[in-house]
């Protein structure tokens, strides 16, 4: 079974940005869904951004317009390149293949 490792999270101040990578031990290039998941704490975990196979995107309204998903089936690899971070943004960050495979998380911390 594949099996991902996030990397990439950080402290960053309001406004900064962070790019998340998430690296497959296996090929992607099949992989019909894979996205980015978000756990603050005292809340359930909630979807990011996924992207398809085809390049198709979706995201979550509060990240629409900041953030961006990508993926590199040549290296195997999953990004989130986030812009214009807030508070609100704080989380462990998830990548995921649809349904269940998740990497260990990376934490993001967005403070002055």
């Known amino acids: 079974q594949v099996q991902l490792v996030d990397s990439g999270g950080g402290l960053v101040q309001p406004g900064g940005s962070l790019r998340l990578s998430c690296a497959a031990s296996g090929s992607i290039s099949s992989v019909e869904v894979m996205g980015w998941y978000r756990q603050a704490p005292g809340k359930s975990r909630e979807r990011v951004a996924v992207?398809?196979?085809?390049?198709?995107?979706h995201y979550a309204n509060s990240v629409e317009g900041r953030f961006t998903i990508s993926r590199d089936n040549a290296k195997n690899t999953l990004y989130l390149q986030m812009n214009n971070l807030t508070p609100e943004d704080t989380a462990i960050y998830y990548c995921?293949?649809?349904?269940?495979?998740w990497g260990q998380g990376t934490q993001v911390t967005v403070s002055s």
């Open positions: 995921n293949i649809y349904p269940h495979i």
């Open positions: 992207i398809t196979d085809s390049g198709v995107t």
